[in-house]
Each structure stands twice: as structure tokens, then as C-alpha cells.
């Protein structure tokens, strides 16, 4: 029962976490929504990209069933390298996020492939490396059990997700708090799950965990000058 309960908690977890910008262009399409470009090009191209990411993310969860769980625990630090990175370098996450805000809005979606379910489907794509990195290591610490009821999670969330969205589409003010807000929470999610992921498999203690956590913030702190000049 409590694996059961692990495995529901780390699926909803995961996915949010993994997903919150995903809300953001899901409300770009769906405010294109016309007669060439339906809700089912949408609801369809995400079911297909996401596919593909769980795809993609498979490895971690066979390499789980040949290594230790100790090693695999290890992979959780890509999660909170991630998170760590999107928090000391918030500016240039910000910056780089609404070029691609704009650089989606001003996308004609009817014509990036032919049939318009294919140019969701690889927006949702090129927008997952992050849910490849989490996904990973969450499908190498599951058993099979758990795997199931994290892909059911998953998919279902996945409803949810094209739903709300499509709703906020006619609620502009509840659409743009979303939107400038949900990705401040994003790195301190991905960063507990990523430690959920470690401390779960025993992979280091929770000194060794803080100490590694310090030594990813110095990695991943990107020059302020070497910024400026690129």
C-alpha cells in the first residue's frame, strides 16, 4: 500500500514539475484554435510527443533492473541540477523563456507540419529534455507495479493538462498569474524530487546529499560577464 501511495505521490510530482511551461504553450495553441486548427490537433500532437519522451525514458527504467539501486539512486541528482540551475540562473531562464513565448506565438501552427497534429506533437518534443531527465531516474526506482501506476498518472494528467488549459484560454487573468508565476516553484519541485529519488535508494546520506547539492549550485552557476558578452 505504501509503494502504491509512493508511486501516485511521484507520478503527480513528476509531472507537474515537468510540465508547468507545457501550460504555457498549451494556451498558446488552444488560442489558435480555428477551423483548420482543432482541439483534437492539440489534444492528439501532445498525447503523441509525450509518447515519445516516455519513450525515451525507458532506459532508466530496464538499466534499473540490472544495477544497483544504490547507482541508479545517483541519477536523481540530474533533477535537482536542473532545478538548481533554473534557481541561480532565473534571470537567463526568464530571458530565454519568453523568447520562445514569442517565438510560439508568432508560429503559424497550420503550417509547421502537414497535418497540424504533428507540429504539437513536436513542440512537445523539442520542450521535453527536462522530462527526460526527471523521468529517467524516476523509472529506474520503480518497480514494475509502480512504473504502471506512474505511466497511468502520467497520461491522465496529461487530460487534465489540455483540459485546464483550454479553459484558461477565456481566463485571461488566471492564465497570466500562471503564467508568470508557475515557474518560480518549478526548481524547488524538481529539486525535491530529485532528493525524494537519492535519499529513497540510500544512493548518499543527507550530508553527502547538501554537500553535493552546494557542488551542482557552483557547477551550474552560469558568468554573469561570459553572459553578457554572448
Known amino acids: ?3 502504491l501511495v509512493a ?3 511521484a507520478g503527480v510530482t513528476a509531472f507537474t514539475a515537468t510540465n508547468i511551461d507545457d501550460i504555457v504553450i498549451l494556451l498558446l495553441f488552444f ?4 477551423a483548420s486548427f482543432r482541439r483534437r490537433h492539440i489534444v492528439v500532437g501532445q498525447y ?3 509518447t515519445v519522451l516516455v519513450i525515451f525514458s ?6 534499473g533492473l540490472i544495477l544497483s539501486p544504490h547507482w541508479i539512486g545517483l541519477l536523481g541528482l540530474m533533477p535537482m541540477a536542473i532545478g538548481i540551475s533554473s534557481l541561480v540562473n532565473s534571470e537567463d531562464a526568464s530571458t530565454q523563456e519568453k523568447a520562445e513565448i514569442e517565438e510560439f506565438d ?3 501552427v497550420t503550417s509547421f507540419f502537414a ?3 504533428y507540429s504539437v506533437a513536436a513542440v512537445t518534443i523539442a520542450n521535453g529534455s527536462d522530462n527526460i531527465s526527471v523521468y529517467v531516474p524516476l523509472f529506474a526506482n520503480s518497480g514494475f507495479v509502480s512504473f504502471l501506476i506512474i505511466i497511468i498518472i502520467f497520461f491522465a494528467l496529461l487530460a487534465v493538462w489540455c483540459y485546464v488549459a483550454d479553459k484558461l484560454t477565456h481566463q485571461s487573468t488566471i492564465a497570466e498569474l500562471i503564467t508568470r ?4 516553484l518549478v526548481p524547488f519541485v524538481l529539486m525535491g524530487l530529485g532528493a525524494f529519488i537519492v535519499l529513497k535508494s540510500e544512493a548518499l546520506s543527507l550530508t553527502k546529499l547538501i554537500l553535493s547539492c552546494m557542488c551542482l549550485t557552483v557547477l551550474v552557476k552560469k558568468d554573469g560577464d561570459s553572459v553578457d558578452k554572448v
Open 1 to 3: 500500500m505504501n509503494e
Open 7 to 9: 508511486a501516485f505521490g
Open 31 to 34: 488560442s489558435q484554435v480555428s
Open 48 to 50: 503523441l510527443g509525450f
Open 58 to 63: 525507458l532506459p532508466g527504467f530496464f538499466g
Open 106 to 108: 508568432d508560429l503559424n
Open 115 to 117: 497535418p497540424q497534429t
Open 181 to 184: 508565476y508557475g515557474s518560480y
